[in-house]
């Protein structure tokens, strides 16, 4: 044999069961027909059982690049490590994806079934079509058989270590790299394990320069590793399987984490080994949060609000969680929707090139402000759905309590909400819900220990005497300016003035003033001293509710 029909001879050896070609795969992924501008992106997540919130953050980002610029946005699965896989990863994230509306055009509809002409969208289901190009790459000599074992491996880093010398499997340390065919033959006879390493032309002494949509000009060192492009298990690394499939499926703009930001120069010289056009890369900093003074990446392990889980088992909204994020991405967001608070999310253009550059910082009062907000533009139906759908999931009790009360369940939410001039901001999340309607149900509120002591300024006596006389002028059908002139009476003839300002003119001349009346009344009424509008309050729990807790209230007040 000579040394083409050798080569030739491994490479058939290695892949006899590959009956792909690469004439094959260009016919199965054709142009795709794009307006001028339009982006291709997508969301590549590995299937790991855990969805970061920073995962959501660039998925956003790339669907919004996709969906502004009439383009295309699609899920891949990265599914090559199959160490770290998790069963039913696969489902969570199209959940996830869904449940965020983050709209997929190709990849997998939300029964997990694969939808789009550009896939598999599943990486170990394209391992034919890695493998087809990882042989052209044998046969150019862009890519060699490698033996190394686990101990050699360890030894070339030793001795490097030793030597004070660059890591890594390179140049002349990369023993497999000049091996003889024969020798490769070899081994390949012994059906010893092996893998499929890129040779590099780089050098490390030299300086490559790119431009990455959120960093600018970046300069890194070129790479002169030998690396692994595919592995022992015959699936590619996610280096190979970037370039391919990011070729194949045409995306146009890689948006990803910057921990990848090192790796590009080993990506832009697989690119032009394999003569594909490079894309747009943006590199995006990790969602951060302060730590004893100091900015760290959220992490996974310490902090629950790295999960989408977290969100989700809170209750926030998502459409609030976006806008938090939109925020985060865009500093202008904020004003636009102070700006436009009827417009949607989708409607506000991301200013690509404005992309923050260092990490943004996780702020959890913002992200409340943001659902408060969202929640108090809600009507008192949206409100229960949601927050039945929560209570599903996260509080049978809770959802008991709504289904089976759903008219009385609309008109608690409805207190300061629709047609009531007022905007509710007492819930930031469905958990909160809870703590707000529960004392509206009377096998709730029997639970409440009320503490009388809340009652100051005013005494047992006072209080009983608030009770009483409010008892005795109460009428359902009093309007608002006839109820509360009721308690004002009350109030003057306790010796209580009938405003803050009349108090604060002469505070030694009264006992309290009339806040403090409307106190007594609502600590006996829901059990607790804040509550929305309390005249609302009343009119939904109605007169036979209200007059048995005050009488309950005197017997405690006793
Ligand atoms: N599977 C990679 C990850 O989860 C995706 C990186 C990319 O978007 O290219 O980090």
Known sequence: MNEQEKLQYIVDFIFKDLKLSEADIINKYPKRNLMDGARVTRFAPSPTGFIHIGGIYSAMLDERLAHQTGGIFYLRIEDTD?????EGAVDMIVKAINRFGLNIDEGFDINGNQVGDYGPYLQSERKAIYQVFVK????AGRAYVCFATQAELEQIVKT????NELIGYRKNWAIWRNKSLDEVIEKLKQNQPLVIRFKSEGDFNNKIKFIDQVKGEVELSDNELDTVIMKS???PTYHFAHVIDDHLMQTTDVVRGDEWLASVPIHLQLFKALDFEIPRFYHISPIEKMDEGSRRKLSKRKDP????EFYYEQGYPVKAIKEYLMNLASSNYEDWKRQNPDKKLEDFQIDFSKLKISGSLFDIEKLNFFSKEYIANMSSDGVYNYVLGWAKAYDQNLFNLLFNNKDYAHQIFNIEREGSGKKRKDIIKWSDAHK???YFFDEEFAKINIDINLITPLSRDDAKVVVESFINSYSELDDLDTWFTKIKIIA???????SLKEYKNNPSNYKGYVAD?????RLAITGQTQSPDLYQVMQVLGKDRIINRLNNFINLLN
Request: charged share 35%; net charge neutral.
């Open 160 to 163: 490097q270590t030793d030597n």
């Open 492 to 498: 003057k003839n306790l010796g209580l003035a009938e």
């Open 305 to 308: 609000e790295a999960s989408v």
């Open 233 to 235: 298990d015959g699936l």
């Open 82 to 86: 199959k160490k770290r896989e998790v």
């Open 517 to 521: 009346i409307a106190k007594v009344l």
């Open 436 to 438: 707000e309607i529960y």
């Open 136 to 139: 052209k790459l044998l046969l």
